[in-house]
Antibody
Framework: EVQLVESGGGLVQPGGSLRLSCAAS????????MDWVRQAPGKGLEWVGR??????????DYAASVKGRFTISRDDSKNSLYLQMNSLKTEDTAIYYC????????????WGQGTLVTVSS | DIQMTQSPSSLSASVGDRVTITCRAS??????LNWYQQKPGKAPNLLIF???TLQSGVPSRFSGSGSGTHFTLTISSLQPEDFATYYC????????FGQGTKLEI
């Protein structure tokens, strides 16, 4: 059974940093693109960014709203995905979902339960 | 970025109804369009990918169609568990989602 379990969310002040983790199991993690998608309270879904697999040089893409502030990384030996968030803004407040990018990122076929990040003073 | 616009934003229907949700892209995306269902407090769930391919385990009352810039999600006979919010998402370029359609009783 595919499982994605996020952790690391919490309350942080504007300008602060936070690192989210996602533990994957039930599939060959190293073979898949992995993405982060977020959802502000009561709002819709927003794609945050993606990391590809080794054969694609672990290349990354980011939404314009987070580019230069957020960094996605992965550790295939630990089946883990990470999201380093710096210079956080109040508008970054959201539930952050770890997702598997099925078919080389064509769709998001598995999602974690999400972790809430609140940016507030 | 490609903008995705869903209509309607909300929809009231009854069990047994046939409902259709529309998604329009700001430029052509061929058939690179996916649909998700999200229930309150839960993560989204993939329903349809590549505009019309049903994800494994999804009931056959769900169907998708369209290409280019105009797409539809149809539920042929609403069941109580279908009342949720639905999102379209394009994968032609950097992923973007529609704003969602809330399907209410």
């Amino acid at each position: 059974e595919v499982q994605l379990v996020e952790s690391g969310g919490g309350l942080v002040q504007p300008g602060g940093s936070l690192r989210l983790s996602c533990a994957a199991s039930g599939f060959t993690f190293s073979d898949h693109y992995m993405d982060w998608v977020r959802q502000a309270p009561g709002k819709g879904l927003e794609w945050v960014g993606r990391i590809r697999y080794k054969a694609k040089s672990y290349s990354t893409d980011y939404a314009a709203s987070v580019k230069g502030r957020f960094t996605i990384s992965r550790d295939d030996s630990k089946n883990s995905l990470y999201l380093q968030m710096n210079s956080l803004k109040t508008e970054d407040t959201a539930i952050y979902y770890c997702t598997r990018g099925g078919n080389d990122g064509y769709f998001f076929d598995y999602w974690g339960q999400g972790t809430l990040v609140t940016v507030s003073s | 970025d490609i903008q995705m616009t869903q209509s309607p934003s909300s929809l009231s229907a009854s069990v047994g109804d046939r409902v259709t949700i529309t998604c329009r892209a700001s430029q052509t995306i061929t058939t690179s369009l996916n649909w998700y269902q999200q229930k309150p407090g839960k993560a989204p769930n993939l329903l349809i990918f590549a505009a019309s391919t049903l994800q494994s385990g999804v009931p056959s009352r769900f169907s998708g169609s369209g290409s280019g810039t105009h797409f539809t999600l149809t539920i042929s006979s609403l069941q109580p568990e279908d009342f949720a919010t639905y999102y379209c998402q394009q994968s032609y370029s950097i992923p973007t989602f529609g704003q969602g359609t809330k399907l209410e009783i």
